[in-house]
């Protein structure tokens, strides 16, 4: 056998070899993180519309041939709400992790209709598929929005936090609301993954560099070309008012990764807040009671972490910031 055919049978083994090593894993990530749904925490206590006195009503919003889990939130009869603001949640238990902001946003005069996106809360699906199903569930509120008869006319405003900042921006891309309001998003849906990776160190961290491209490859067979929307892209083609919202000591998207970092235009304004972390529209005492939330526990027993998340101080840890919220109506009120 000549040299020249042993040479291309060993880098034949070793492109395969290579392929397995990167694309296995990443197939593995991607279920890992996609492949189950997101809900409650059974721990969590969840505020509901009705401690803050809001008229609620669902909205069907169809996707992919099922109705997500949707509902129109305001203080005042729809018809006579200024403006309508598409409320998308972070990953998590869907929008009852935001009924506090939900609440903020409807007291201000507008109609908020927050969907839970495929695979979350309250919406079927046995896992999230992926990060552009986010941009999908907007979509999708947003032609329910123009399709309803009380709504027709009004001025649509989307607003989102953490990977729902990545959702509304997305979504620019295919509809064209009268503004945007971002709160910690992340710009790239793969780079978002490998970031996460990174902070969990070891073995997993060093995999990072390598399945970044399978993970795209696996976004595109997902949802198509659209599966690996840029976020920065879709504002800056859109030319949609946007308002970008990060804390610099975000631990969970980098500020490098962000579209507030990254993102240039006319369109384009931003808020940075040096003091705050992923949740920018809550207090730094709120972030610091969250942190203590979520951080490591030992419980001597189950009846324990009952009484500790019984007596936890739920209100503290959803006061929002003033200044920054007050930052986003004024712009909500002039996009």
């Given amino acids: 056998m000549q040299w020249y055919v042993i040479l291309l049978i060993a880098l034949a083994v070793v492109a395969v070899f290579a392929v397995v090593l990167t ?58 709400c200024e403006r309508v603001v598409i409320f998308q949640h972070g990953f998590g238990a869907g929008s009852a992790s935001y009924m506090t902001e939900i609440a903020h946003f409807a007291k201000q005069g507008n109609a908020v209709l927050a969907v839970d996106a495929y695979g979350c809360n309250n919406s079927a699906g046995k896992g999230v598929k992926g990060f552009y199903a986010g941009a999908e569930a907007v979509i999708a509120a947003y032609i329910a929005v123009r399709k309803d008869e009380r709504l027709k006319g009004k001025k649509v405003i989307l607003v989102g936090h953490s990977w729902g900042a990545y959702s509304v921006t997305a979504a620019c891309g295919t509809v064209k609301p009268d503004g945007v309001v971002a709160m910690s998003g992340f710009n790239s849906p793969a780079q978002c993954v490998c970031d996460s990776m990174k902070g969990m160190g070891g073995m997993v961290r060093s995999y990072a560099p390598f399945v970044r491209g399978w993970l795209s490859v696996i976004n595109f067979f997902k949802f198509g070309a659209k599966g690996n929307t840029k976020a920065v892209k879709a504002l800056e083609k859109s030319g949609v008012k946007t308002l970008l919202i990060h804390g610099e000591k975000d631990g969970a998207v980098p ?22 972390r992923h949740n920018p529209y809550n207090t730094v005492a709120a972030e610091e009671k969250l942190a203590e939330l979520t951080g490591a526990h030992k419980f001597e027993s189950r009846e324990e972490a009952k009484e500790y998340f019984a007596s936890f101080d739920w209100k503290a840890v959803t006061e929002e910031d003033e200044e920054v919220m007050g930052t986003i109506d004024r712009f909500i009120a002039n996009a």
């Fill in 255 to 276: 500020l490098k990764h962000s579209p507030a970092k990254l993102a240039k235009g006319g369109n384009i304004s931003v808020l940075m807040l040096a003091d705050k």
């Fill in 23 to 80: 694309l296995v894993p990443a197939i593995l990530i991607h279920k890992a993180v996609f492949g189950s749904r997101q809900d409650k925490n059974p721990e969590f206590r969840y505020f509901t519309p009705e401690e803050f006195n809001l008229t609620t009503e669902c909205v069907p919003v169809y996707y992919s041939g099922i109705i997500l889990s949707a509902a129109l939130y305001s203080v005042k009869p729809v018809q006579e």
